[in-house]
């Protein structure tokens, strides 16, 4: 146990230790740490210091490499240059609520140091502060955080994740350079001032901002991007604008407040995206099974496929190119029919208009092609008014329409034998009360 003679203090300043070694706690009173006054810093396991601490000198601790804990008093302000540098067995140190700026070097080197917990009320970081950490895993950046100095965790190798607080302005020279486990970085909109290439051989699984500006494009150079997850694509340049479709697909492809947003930013721009989506086949599958490709792009995606011989790209474009020509079938059916619709409504219209109603009346068709292929059409008119069309010719038939009165099919000949009057196409449409060709006009099914 250390004793007060173990101490000498000049002036409230610790100026010599001739003590053992091992935990030490620094007498109250003591208001600064002089540099050099642990003449043999490697003696030092422990070191609790005391109320009233004011001061740090530079290098107060430096290469203290058997150091491993450390309690610094609340009412500290700041942390001083090259104060624990070189301690490279630092495992644990708390740093008071009080302190509001980490000077250049004041950790640099601490090897084993894991964890930090940094006070919101901190707006700088020094130069090199945290440089050559390699162990530091959990460090997150305080909310009052406004400048970070040149390599100011720099080769901190262990570092999994960056959120820089909305607030933060200034981001030094290769301030996390060599950080090569980042792979989150959160970026602020209020980043303004960008040093040279902060994430210089990082390899950025995801970089996060609200809305790109032009400040991320120069502090993301020399840094490997994946992905990025934004809420504006169409603001992300055209360098990054792969990662952004591939952040959205990753991170954001079940969100529907950004869904019609991405829909038409990946639609837009699907013809750029077409060799990046074979490269990662994820984006290439989201991209057909959400109708994202445009009919006209589909061709380039196919000779991509045929190009890098990717059979099942290949097969995934070509049912993509079916489904959509399926659709558009569809469609037009679906048009033609309710066409139909609208016309039988017009032709009961006129059939009660003129009290010449074919309500429980049967007919057949039989004819050319042309006529035929209405056949589809004219039972749905004939349905609206409450008549039948019928397959053949029957003794319910009252009428054949046809448009080859002297025709050899089985249905003219049936109907000869029935005795089954015989309508051309003109008094098939004066009794249904109708002018001109309409079920053959709009409605054909020939057309679709």
């Known amino acids: 146990m250390d004793s007060a003679l173990d101490f000498v203090v000049t002036d409230g300043k610790l100026t010599e230790y001739r003590g053992a070694g091992g935990e030490v706690t620094v007498p109250e009173g003591v208001t600064g740490i002089a540099f050099g006054a642990f003449a043999d810093p490697s003696i030092l396991t422990a070191v609790h210091l005391p109320a009233g601490l004011q001061s740090l000198d530079y290098g107060a601790f430096m290469g203290s490499a058997n150091l491993q804990r450390v309690t610094l008093p609340e009412g ?62 959990e460090a997150a950046m305080p909310r009052g955080l406004k400048t970070l100095s040149n390599m100011a965790f720099g080769d901190c190798m262990s570092l999994p994740a960056l959120e820089l607080p909305e607030g933060f302005t200034s981001i030094g020279d290769n301030a996390f350079s060599g950080c090569t486990s980042l792979a989150e970085i959160t970026l602020p909109q209020s980043l303004e001032k960008v040093g040279y290439s902060p994430f210089a051989y990082c390899r950025a699984e995801a970089v996060r901002v609200r809305r790109w500006k032009p400040q991320f494009t120069s502090a993301l150079l020399n840094c490997e991007v994946t992905t990025v997850v934004t809420d504006d694509p169409e603001s992300v340049p055209a360098e990054y604008r792969n990662a952004a479709a591939l952040g959205y697909v990753r991170g954001q492809g079940n969100d529907p407040a950004r869904r019609e947003t991405f829909s038409a930013f990946l639609t837009a721009h699907a013809a750029a995206l077409c060799a990046f989506a074979f490269e990662h086949t994820e984006l290439l599958y989201f991209l057909c099974e959400n109708r994202l490709i445009a009919a006209g792009d589909t061709d380039l995606f196919l000779r991509q496929a045929e190009a890098l011989r990717d059979t099942e790209g290949k097969a995934l474009i070509l049912n993509y190119q079916n489904e959509l020509g399926m659709e558009h079938l569809n469609a037009a059916r679906r048009e033609k029919e ?88 003109q008094e098939f449409r004066e009794m249904l009360g109708v002018e001109g060709d309409v079920y053959y006009g709009v409605l054909s099914i020939s057309e679709i």
């Open 76 to 137: 500290l302000a700041k942390i001083d240059g090259g104060a624990f540098m070189g301690c490279m067995g630092l495992k644990e140190i708390n740093i008071p609520e009080s302190v509001t700026a980490i000077e250049s070097r004041a950790f640099y080197g601490c090897g084993a140091l894991e964890r930090i917990s940094l006070p919101d009320g901190i707006t700088e970081i020094g130069h090199s502060a945290f440089c050559g950490c390699a162990s530091l895993r």
């Open 338 to 425: 309710k066409s139909a619709e609208e016309y039988g409504d017009r032709w009961m219209d006129r059939a009660m208009e003129r009290d010449e109603g074919v309500g429980g009346m049967h007919f057949a068709v039989s004819g050319s092609h042309r006529l035929m292929t209405a056949r589809e059409t004219i039972a749905v008119h004939l349905k609206a008014l409450g008549a039948a069309l019928d397959e053949d010719v029957t003794p319910e038939t009252d009428y054949l329409v046809t448009d080859e009165p002297a025709g050899e099919t089985e249905h003219h000949l049936r109907a000869r034998e029935l005795g089954v009057p015989l309508l051309t196409e």
